[in-house]
């Protein structure tokens, strides 16, 4: 589909967090696809900079609001996509009830929207709904072993609950869902204090200061670069496929080995300093991508140390260093 503008060239496309991290690189595949964009954020995580290059131009406006308050876009909508919600630990324990709100309520707007212009929903839900698995890789059949009431657990329920109501209105209502499960993304963009692995680790191979690893950092990871994800978004939302699909990197790295990773892209070797590790941390987190390669025709494909070397130049950009 990388070529293909056909599914959205004058469409109407509607993208909630549409100032985020994810949502910003949406928003730019969109309009070079030449769908019309409506980008609505309230920059709780979000920032106007991500797509000040969109504003202006024809086909493009960013919209400052709340979802969980209120939801109305004039005119024809073909598709609606839902990435508004905090996505790193650090801001979901920050903002934990807007977290459980936009995941609820925000939900049900994006829902009644689609419903009411016979728009189609392109869900953001995550690898987080698999919470700390007892399997690995882990399938779209596996139901997961999250901790409801732990600090966690306002994001992975929040998002466990926008999957069931989005199916709830695909039963009962008829509208048009796809659901994506998104696992580790990165790439530019990412904010400097997100709080996750790359951004830290970056800021402190960039300084020469020792990154900070949280506990042993045998816990695995499975990174996606942000073109990589984008397009699988993308081929997700124009397919017949409803969904849940995992949308990830099957490549599973230590974080240690992430660590080091990092330092070969930055060129400094400052090495790590252990911290301990947070309440319900995942032990491994890989995807099981069967669906996504046999229904999508897609599989992720930038190296990590191609899509290290990419980021490591916008962090040392974003940084002066």
């Known amino acids: 589909m990388a070529d293909d503008h056909t599914p959205f060239e004058g469409r109407c ?118 919470g700390d698995p007892t399997v690995n890789p882990q399938p779209e059949s596996y139901w997961g072993n999250v901790n409801p009431i732990g600090p966690r657990g306002v994001y992975d329920e929040a998002k466990r609950f926008s999957e069931a109501m989005a199916l709830a209105y695909h039963r009962e209502h008829g509208v048009e869902v796809r659901i994506a499960r998104i696992f580790n993304t990165y790439g530019p963009r990412m904010r400097l204090e997100d709080g996750r692995a790359i951004p830290a680790f970056f800021q402190a191979a960039l300084r020469d200061t020792p990154l900070p690893i949280h506990g ?45 990773a ?23 987190r890989r995807p099981d991508t069967t669906l996504a390669e046999s229904l999508l025709g897609w599989k992720a494909e930038i190296p990590l140390a191609e899509g290290l070397a990419r980021t490591g130049a916008w962090f040392r950009a974003r940084l002066g260093a």
Do not use: M
């Open 216 to 260: 042993d950092g045998s816990q695995t990871r499975s990174l996606c670069y942000v073109d990589d994800e984008v397009e699988g978004l993308l081929r997700l939302l124009v397919s017949d496929a409803t969904g849940p699909v995992n949308i990830g990197n099957p490549q599973e790295v230590t974080v240690l080995e992430l660590a080091q």
């Open 262 to 284: 990092v330092q070969d892209a930055v060129g400094r070797h400052p090495g790590v300093v252990f911290h301990p590790r947070p309440v319900d941390d995942p032990t491994v």
């Open 13 to 130: 496309a509607v993208v909630l967090g549409g100032a985020g991290f994810l949502g910003s690189h949406l928003c730019d595949r969109l309009v070079a696809a030449g769908a019309r964009v409506t980008a609505i954020d309230n920059l709780l995580t979000g920032d106007a900079d991500n797509v000040a290059h969109l504003v202006g131009r024809d086909g493009f406006r960013l919209v400052d609001s709340d979802v969980t308050n209120y939801l109305h876009v004039p005119g024809p909508v073909d598709f609606v996509l839902h990435f508004a919600s905090p996505a790193s630990p650090v801001d979901y324990l920050r903002w934990p009830i807007q977290t459980l709100k936009v995941g609820s309520l925000g939900t049900h707007k994006a829902l009644g929207l689609a419903r009411a212009k016979g728009a189609r929903l392109l869900l953001a839900s995550t690898s987080e709904v698999y």
